[in-house]
């Protein structure tokens, strides 16, 4: 079974220029979340989708990041205008669902990253 | 807000050696899970424990979930070089979201 795939690995801009990130999630999963991950530290849920709905964005930085995930499948996280300190590993993981039943937590599974250099 | 603190933040030991990494919160969890990070990849889930008090064994790695169900403990035995990396905890918060809230990292290298 094919994993989460995220593109481009690396990317390298300069202050106030845009980027974005792609993220395909694994087939038949429902759920996909954002993760900022700051060099050595753990990763930070930016977003988190159910289908092409929004769950939880409560931790993303609205005025200068965005993300969609129209047809409830892939998903793009947009930066715009970067700063210096959005450099960082952009995570993407997915999950078959909110929580099954009886409140099981469904396992996430993470896609290999982006690396953004912001100079 | 909760957060989850692990202790070391970096380890650095000789292979054969043991350690103990912490993640210590004051929320409690319905459950928690440990991963482990390679450079350039992401997180890989290694257990998830879910009662107060387990305890989870995987090979030379062993799992402990505190009682109170807010602290957990990894402890691995005749550490190996492939066992370098950077081990996260995480919390599964409660509720119907599905949300992690990972601690804030152990970075462990293992010298031959």
């Known amino acids: 079974e094919a994993g989460v795939a995220q593109s481009p690995r690396y990317k390298i801009i300069e202050k106030r220029q845009s980027v974005a990130f792609w993220c395909n999630p694994i087939?038949?999963?429902?759920?996909l979340y954002w993760y900022q991950q700051i060099l050595g530290q753990g990763p930070k849920l930016l977003i988190q989708?159910?289908?092409?709905?929004?769950?939880?964005d409560s931790q993303l930085p609205k005025d200068r990041f965005s993300a969609e995930r129209l047809k409830g499948v892939d998903s793009t996280l947009k930066i715009q205008p970067a700063k210096l300190e959005d450099s960082a590993v952009y995570l993407c993981a997915s999950s078959l669902g909110e929580r099954g039943l009886a409140g099981l937590y469904n396992e996430q599974f993470f896609g290999p990253g982006t690396r953004l250099t912001v100079l | 807000t909760q957060l989850l603190e692990q202790s070391p933040q970096f380890l650095s030991i000789q292979e054969g050696e043991n350690l103990t990494v912490y993640c210590n919160s004051s929320s409690v969890f319905s459950s928690l899970q440990w991963y482990r990070q390679e450079p350039g990849e992401g997180p890989v889930l290694l257990v998830t424990v879910v009662t107060g008090g387990e305890v989870k064994k995987l090979k030379r790695l062993t799992f402990q979930f505190g009682d109170a169900r807010k602290d957990s403990s990894l402890h691995i035995t005749a550490a190996q070089p492939g066992d370098t990396g950077l081990y996260l905890c995480?919390?599964?918060?409660?509720?119907?979201?599905?949300?992690?809230?990972f601690g804030t990292g152990t970075l462990l290298a293992v010298q031959p």
């Open positions: 087939s038949g999963h429902a759920t």
């Open positions: 995480a919390g599964v918060s409660g509720g119907a979201t599905n949300k992690l809230i």
């Open positions: 989708f159910q289908n092409n709905g929004v769950v939880d």
